[in-house]
């Protein structure tokens, strides 16, 4: 048994020797190796032996079938350096042609027009805070004047949750707006605050080119002793002069929200036609782009906040309207398509 096991080992090494490519090394390894190769057989038959011969002979075998696996490694390292020196020299391989570089992720239009905004109101003294996408009825129409049969219900089309946390009196829903943060901000600290909540909003409604079902905004709430109106539009011209460029023109005008007394909406000359009037303002030559206001004593009396002593004022503009107004985008769903085409250009 180990004169076989001698002559096997001679074999071996000798035909390994004359293997001179990586394809011609399998058939080896499956003659001496495989499942039914010569040295398996050997391994295999060792129970026929005595135990002390099964003890000396195993060892020999086993010592063998290390050596050969590590002989059929070296060989294939061997093999492989070779091939490629071959191809050097043959100049099949061009190591000075430039790698393939991989594409580069980056950020979604959406994201980088929220960290505008934020970056902005934050160097002008504002905190940044996020708050729930499922919300209750009472944040998100209730406590900012909106009872169940107010008609503003009819500007904001509700996605409602079948579950609500206590019966039908506190139903759930998709926050229509990021302004219940409002509520939930009031409530939670004393004034002054000076903060602004970014965040994902949802409307039950068909999408189209200006419209999509789920949507950005940023609200914003400063509340504290002598905030005036003059104080917002201070706030939201600075804003919008660092956002748009400092020469472009600004308005105030009369608007309604059931949560502001009195409500503005705020325009900018239009981007496209400077004030001229075009397709893009319908002719206006101006751009709407947020609505705010003074918080409404009601909604100060209700978070516990003294109305003759503390006053605010709140604002809330949609985030995508931004870069389609300073892109030129026509259709709003173009940012949720995911066409990497699309996304790459920003
Ligand atoms: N929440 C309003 C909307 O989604 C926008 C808004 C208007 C927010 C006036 C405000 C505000 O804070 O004062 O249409």
């Given at each position: 048994m180990k004169a076989r096991l001698k002559e096997l080992e001679a074999n071996a090494i000798s035909e390994l020797e004359s293997v001179t490519d990586i394809k011609s090394l399998d058939p080896w390894r499956v003659y001496?190796?495989?499942?039914?190769g010569s040295l398996t057989q050997i391994l295999r038959s060792l129970?026929?032996?005595s135990p002390d011969e099964r003890k000396s002979v195993g060892a020999q075998a086993n010592k063998l079938k290390l050596l050969l696996q590590s002989e059929l490694q070296r060989k294939k390292d061997f093999l492989k350096e070779n091939e490629l020196s071959r191809a050097f020299e043959k100049k099949d391989l061009d190591i000075s042609l430039p790698g393939r570089a991989f594409p580069a992720g980056r950020t979604h239009p959406i994201t980088q027009s929220l960290r505008e905004i934020c970056h902005i109101f934050s160097t002008m003294g504002f905190g940044v805070v996020e708050g729930p996408e499922v919300e209750l009825d009472y944040y998100n129409f209730e406590a900012l004047n909106?009872?169940?049969?107010?008609?503003?219900?009819?500007?904001f089309d509700t996605l409602w949750l079948d579950s609500s946390v206590d019966g039908d009196s506190n139903p759930m829903l998709?926050?229509?707006?990021?302004?219940?943060m409002q509520i939930r901000i009031m409530e939670n600290s004393p004034p002054p605050i000076r903060v602004i909540v970014p965040g994902k909003v949802y409307r039950y409604e068909a999408s189209d080119a200006t419209h999509e079902s789920m949507f950005t905004q940023v609200e914003g709430l400063a509340v504290g002793e002598g905030i005036t109106l003059a104080n917002l539009k201070g706030t939201l011209f600075e804003f919008a002069s660092r956002l748009f460029g400092a020469e472009r023109k600004m308005r105030f005008r009369c608007d309604y929200f059931?949560?502001?007394?009195p409500g503005v909406e705020m325009s900018i000359e239009c981007l496209a036609c400077g004030g001229n009037g075009c397709k893009l303002c319908s002719n206006s030559g101006w751009l709407e782009i947020l609505g705010a206001g003074m918080v409404h004593p009601d909604v100060l009396k209700r978070v516990g906040y003294d109305p003759q002593i503390y006053s605010g004022f709140a604002f809330g503009l949609g985030v995508e309207r931004i870069p389609m107004l300073k892109y030129g985008v026509e259709d709003i769903r173009l940012f949720y398509e995911n066409d990497t085409r699309f996304l790459k250009q920003f």
């Open positions: 001496y190796l495989g499942k039914n129970k026929n032996l909106i009872p169940p049969d107010h008609p503003a219900r009819d500007m998709l926050r229509t707006h990021t302004s219940p059931p949560f502001v007394e």
